[in-house]
């Protein structure tokens, strides 16, 4: 056994890993440790020049490589001295970096003939230039064999090949930044190891679930299609991986540009990217509800897509891309707001998880792509979130429309055969206007903007109905001059409540009136528009 000798790293500021690294240099033939303190990444990364093959995979397995990675995050990445300078001899960027002379803190001269050494730059340049034409060369391979399998409309196949490049591409990402690639991992474990160190792949993958992303949920789906003799027809989703594939290949080439620079320079530029969002001006009353929305429901992000005054209050209509932040969690933060700011403005708020809206852009994408965009961007809890696959080309559809028609034309049906009856028996019926009043409002915003919104609130709604098209603010005089406040009334009657209804005669004929305008309002919009065929009315 060596004699273990007093080694210090004080490059590492880690006492813990020194500890270790003097044990392995006792215990095993080390010949050069490699230590860069990589101010663009999260990850600072320590490679450990071995003698001998045998030891690579049971040191890197060991468990404090985890912790040491977890807890100080420091990448430690074995490898044994003949594969080392075999991969340098190919050109690669990693080694050829993080293998630099100015970056070793240790080494054994009893290994002479084994320590690694940098070539002179134009003998490596060629190297390089090799590695970086055969990355290219053979992705072009790939994507000429899309080409061909899109000209043939060989739907599998193309979601199965374009799986291929995708971890093509994924694999040289691992050598860029990791060292190695991944061996007997998932795409979706893939993506989300390399995330910690490149987090602009986030923006480019919608995650479905934890671990998994919509993306690769298709590739899925078009292997179980081929094993079962079936097609996958999501024609529309081909532009979205397309592209989803080119910013892979993208942060590739920015990763081969920087380690280029770096390696002909040997300094790493210290540089910080800063996550700045273009904000509005400054608007006190806005900067408040944000306040009390990222402490009620923390958003991913929130988009201010429209605002408009009525009777001197401005009204903010804001999107929260969030996880949980459902009817009850607007309401509370309505009230809130409410109570912080008085009648000063009204927020409009929708809520919708980033996976929700990925997987219901079939039907609302004409709806999101025109709130969703980067000028109304108002806050961003990081400047990684993943941007949403668009349908291309997208083609607009009313889906159930006829249903959401026909059950309001019942309604309105009911209402009036409860509010004419004879014997003035208005029992339940405050239930039906309100149905009414949200079917319809629901139904209008469909119709509209193809957006079918959650249950909101009533008063939201109207905004909503108001927002999709300015021209139903001409019955606004009706719910102006209800008998009660209109809104409260609504949401209360959402809700079976055990009593006496108060209702009489001159109430119900208000009531009707409204029923009667928006009904008609709907009929020229879905039945003389021509939006149903007279199969789906009948």
Same mark, same amino acid.
């Given at each position: ?22 044990? $392995? ?60 300078? +075999? %991969? ?9 970096? !993080? ?6 803190? %240790? ?29 290219? +060369? ?23 090949? %374009?799986?291929? $490049? ?5 694999? !040289? ?59 996958? !027809? ?27 620079? $770096? ?112 000028? !109304? ?8 979130? *993943? ?5 291309? *080309?997208?083609? *607009? ?79 606004? %005089? ?9 809104? *409260? ?50």
């Amino acid at each position: 056994m060596k004699t273990l000798e007093k080694i210090t790293f004080p490059e590492l500021e880690n006492e813990y890993l020194e500890n270790i690294l003097r044990e $392995l240099i006792n215990k095993y033939n080390i010949i050069q440790l490699f230590f860069t303190r990589d101010s663009s990444s999260a990850f600072s990364n320590l490679i450990v020049n071995l003698d001998s093959s045998m030891d690579v995979q049971k040191l890197q397995q060991s468990k404090w490589v985890r912790k040491v990675k977890e807890n100080f995050q420091i990448t430690v990445y074995f490898i044994f001295s003949s594969k080392l300078h +075999h %991969y340098y001899s190919l050109g690669d960027p990693f080694i050829g970096f !993080y293998c630099r002379q100015s970056a070793i803190i %240790y080494e054994n001269k009893e290994f002479d003939n084994s320590i690694f050494t940098q070539w002179e730059w134009k003998k490596y340049k060629k190297r390089f230039n090799d590695y970086e034409n055969n990355f290219y +060369h053979d992705h072009e391979l790939h994507k000429w064999q899309i080409k061909n399998l899109i000209s043939e409309s060989a739907s599998n196949a193309i979601f199965t090949s %374009y799986s291929r $490049l995708i971890e093509y591409d994924l694999q !040289y990402l691992e050598e860029l930044y990791l060292g190695s690639k991944s061996v007997s991992v998932s795409i979706n474990e893939r993506i989300t190891s390399l995330s910690a160190y490149i987090p602009a792949i986030q923006r480019y993958f919608v995650k479905s679930s934890k671990g998994r992303y919509f993306l690769t949920d298709l590739f899925e789906q078009a292997k179980e299609a081929s094993s079962d003799d079936e097609a996958l !027809y999501r024609n529309e989703m081909f532009k979205a991986v397309g592209e989803a594939e080119e910013n892979l290949c993208d942060l590739i080439g920015d990763r081969l540009s920087e380690l280029k620079k $770096l390696i002909k320079k040997e300094y790493t530029d210290k540089k910080e990217v800063l996550c700045e969002i273009d904000n509005k001006p400054a608007i006190t009353v806005l900067d408040t509800a944000v306040q009390i929305i990222l402490q009620r429901a923390e958003p991913e992000q929130i988009y201010l897509f429209h605002e408009t005054t009525s009777n001197d209050k401005i009204i903010y209509y804001l999107l929260l891309i969030a996880e949980n932040a459902g009817n009850e969690k607007l309401k509370a933060i309505t009230n809130c707001l409410k109570n912080k700011i008085g009648g000063k403005c009204n927020l409009v708020m929708i809520s919708h998880s980033r996976y929700w809206i990925q997987n219901n852009l079939y039907e609302h994408q004409s709806f999101f792509e025109k709130v969703i965009k980067e000028n !109304y961007l108002i806050y961003s809890s990081n400047e990684y979130h *993943p941007e949403f696959h668009w349908e291309e *080309p997208h083609k *607009p559809y009313y889906g159930d429309l006829h249903i959401f028609y026909k059950s309001l034309e019942k309604c309105a049906e009911q209402f009036s055969a409860t509010a004419r009856n004879n014997e003035e028996n208005y029992c339940g019926l405050g239930c039906l206007f309100a149905q009414f009043f949200l079917s319809f409002c629901r139904t209008y915003i469909f119709v509209k903007t193809y957006y079918m919104p959650n249950y909101l609130s009533s008063k939201t709604l109207w905004n909503l109905c108001i927002y999709a098209d300015n021209d139903i603010k001409k019955y606004n %005089y009706l719910l102006e001059t209800f008998w009660t406040e209109i809104f *409260p009334y609504l949401d209360a009657n959402r809700t079976v409540s055990h009593g006496l209804t108060r209702l009489d005669a001159e109430k119900v004929s208000q009531m009707e009136m409204i029923v009667t305008k928006l009904s008609n309002e709907l009929h020229k919009l879905v039945i003389e528009g021509g939006l149903l065929k007279i199969y789906e009315q009948d």
